[in-house]
């Protein structure tokens, strides 16, 4: 498995500012991607994460509202933009390990935009 | 978008009773994980099966996957509270985990 530390893990903003979400894994993966589920639904992809270089974003996700870094191997931040109380969510990061085929979840951050 | 529909969404039952979770596809998948969601807690995965007619069993729960690699069940024998939590079934095209394709999720609470 692997140890994937998520913070934080909960925040209550204003609308109209950003939030950073951060994600640490404790060894070297190679895929790390980012998630949303809004309050009791199933997982939505926004984007996966590339080392050096611009995300991969989902249909309906894009770059200048969820700005996504991976400066390296075990770490990646989603940012969340301009929020809106429509953000209001959890947002989850998800590794895959170097020859691995399963993806490992944090615990996630729920955010409540006010 | 590749849909993946579970069924029942909601299942509420009794401490000791059996139950089976579905997950229906279209489209035919290279392997199918199955998860369990806690509450404050992220997705935490159960089981991989990556053949078609597989069956894998992790003590009270039985892990079915179709003969076409398009659908899959999950039987609980003897539900416990422990058991209670959002169950997931995802899809994966790629044989890698790269893209996973989540089901819509069934959430079941279990009581004494």
């Known amino acids: 498995s692997a140890v994937i530390s998520q913070k934080p893990s909960r925040d209550i903003c204003q609308r109209g500012t950003s939030l950073t979400i951060q994600c640490q894994v404790d060894?070297?993966?190679?895929?790390m991607f980012w998630y949303r589920q809004q309050p009791g639904q199933s997982l939505t992809l926004i984007a996966t994460?590339?080392?050096?270089?611009?995300?991969?974003?989902e249909s309906g996700f894009v770059i200048d509202k969820f700005p996504i870094s991976r400066p390296n191997l075990t770490f990646s931040t989603l940012t969340v933009s301009n929020m809106s109380p429509e953000d209001s969510s959890i947002y989850l990061c998800?590794?895959?390990?170097?020859?691995?085929?399963?993806?490992?979840f944090g615990a996630g951050t729920r955010l409540s935009v006010l | 978008t590749q849909l993946l529909e579970q069924s029942p969404q909601f299942l509420s039952i009794q401490e000791g009773e059996n139950l089976t979770v579905y997950c229906n596809s279209s489209s035919v998948f290279s392997s199918l994980q199955w998860y369990r969601q806690e509450p404050g807690e992220g997705p935490v995965l159960l089981v991989t099966v990556v053949t078609g007619g597989e069956v894998k069993k992790l003590k009270r729960l039985t892990f079915q996957f179709g003969d076409a690699r398009k659908d899959s069940s999950l039987h609980i024998t003897a539900a416990q509270p422990g058991d209670t939590g959002l169950y997931l079934c995802?899809?994966?095209?790629?044989?890698?985990?790269?893209?996973?394709?989540f089901g819509t999720g069934t959430r079941l609470q279990v009581t004494l």
């Open positions: 998800s590794v895959v390990r170097r020859g691995g085929d399963i993806q490992y």
């Open positions: 995802a899809g994966d095209h790629t044989g890698t985990a790269s893209k996973l394709t």
């Open positions: 060894s070297q993966v190679t895929m």
């Open positions: 994460a590339n080392q050096g270089s611009e995300a991969t974003y």
